[in-house]
């Protein structure tokens, strides 16, 4: 979780200084540097340490190995999103068909990740692309086939009700894993294989999802919510201060 509010931290730096395409796509490949030289310099401080695994679980969740994709999404806003805000076009309803095509190889793709053995983490032995890291390019592709439609699929009220408790989600979605587990219900899924297991993978999806919607929906009203009120109200304080500091600056005041 601290890795994650860190970015929250990196975030205004750059919302200001990496604007433009070719900037952000700098910052990645800076990033994707910085992932690398942590990882190696982490792996050999700890390997001493640390079991291998527990050495792996760290440089997987570190903040170095997880920059990249957050500096890959800034990239991915400013080729998809951001040129169709500044120019105001209104989303189609449709998909054309060449980007039903690609979409439907961006989807494949990621599904495909599932099974290939990739890293966990940037590094200098092949493959280099970590899982996470790969399956993030499929996502990124994705959106941006679909960032100037608004196909009902993808955009209907209830996706648009779990995006606004996405965050109360984010934090909810880990406990009620380890719970569903720990049920008569959620074992028996778990255990299930071949092609039983699918079905069953797809009943705990939903299960798990409408759980942790349950659980999001009333954080966020009783915590995100109110916090984002007080929030915008010590900003609007804030900014009333600094007018009545700069009308009392001015001639004749």
């Not at 980007?99 to 493959?127: I, K, Q, T």
Request: hydrophobic share 55%; aromatic share 14%.
């Amino acid at each position: 979780m601290s890795v994650e509010f860190s970015f929250y931290l990196l975030f205004p730096v750059i919302a200001t200084w990496f604007q433009t395409v070719s900037r952000a796509a700098w910052l990645l490949a800076a990033t994707v540097a910085v992932a690398i030289a942590g990882n190696i310099g982490a792996n050999t401080a700890l390997a001493a340490w640390l079991p291998a695994e527990a050495v792996g679980h760290f440089v997987y969740f570190s903040f170095w190995n997880q920059l990249p994709v957050f500096a890959l999404a800034n990239l991915v806003y400013l080729i998809a999103y951001k040129p169709r805000i500044l120019r105001g076009e209104p989303a189609r309803q449709t998909v054309s068909w060449k980007e039903r095509r690609l979409l439907a190889a961006a989807l494949a793709m990621l599904a495909l990740l599932a099974y290939m053995p990739l890293p966990r983490s940037f590094g200098l032995v092949p493959p280099w692309v970590p899982n996470f890291f790969a399956s993030s390019l499929c996502l990124s592709a994705i959106c941006v086939l679909v960032s100037g439609d608004q196909p009902r699929l993808l955009i209907n009220p209830w996706i648009a009700k779990l995006g606004v408790v996405s965050f109360s989600g984010y934090l909810w979605h880990w406990q009620v894993l380890r719970r569903s587990r720990t049920t008569v219900f959620g074992q028996w899924l778990y255990a299930q294989e071949s092609l039983i297991g699918l079905a069953a993978y797809s009943v705990a999806l939903v299960l798990v999802t409408m759980m942790t919607f349950a659980a999001a929906t009333a954080t966020y009203y009783l915590v995100e919510s109110p916090g984002i009120a007080l929030s915008r109200r010590l900003i609007s304080w804030r900014r009333s201060g600094r007018l009545a500091y700069a009308g009392g600056l001015t001639p004749g005041h």
